[in-house]
């Protein structure tokens, strides 16, 4: 059977994540691929489920957490912060930054 190499860009954080899991497993990253694209051509599809919430559940989420975050802000008495202060806080959260 003759071979080919395949070259794919992924992000280097989940390489190293992928990797770690695969030595954990016993397998090389590579024997991991093999397994996967053997399962495809095998099954002739994707062997687990790629899903996404419709519109509608992603909408009713938001509006859920919006409410659960207005009613911890009262409770917390800064339910008066501008969008503004708000943007300040998301960023120091997401980036470390102020």
Do not use: W
Request: hydrophobic fraction near 40%.
């Amino acid at each position: 059977m003759s071979q080919t190499t395949m070259s794919i860009r992924v992000d280097s954080n989940l390489k190293q994540r992928f990797d770690a899991l695969c030595d954990e497993f016993g397998l090389s990253n590579t024997a991991a691929l093999m397994l996967f694209m053997r399962a495809v051509v095998r099954e002739c599809r994707i062997p687990f489920e790629i899903k996404t919430d419709s519109i509608k559940d992603v909408r009713k989420k938001a509006r859920l957490s919006y409410e659960r975050m207005r009613a911890d802000a009262a409770a917390a008495g800064i339910q008066d912060m501008s969008l503004e202060e708000i943007n300040e806080i998301i960023k120091e959260v997401r980036y470390g930054e102020k």
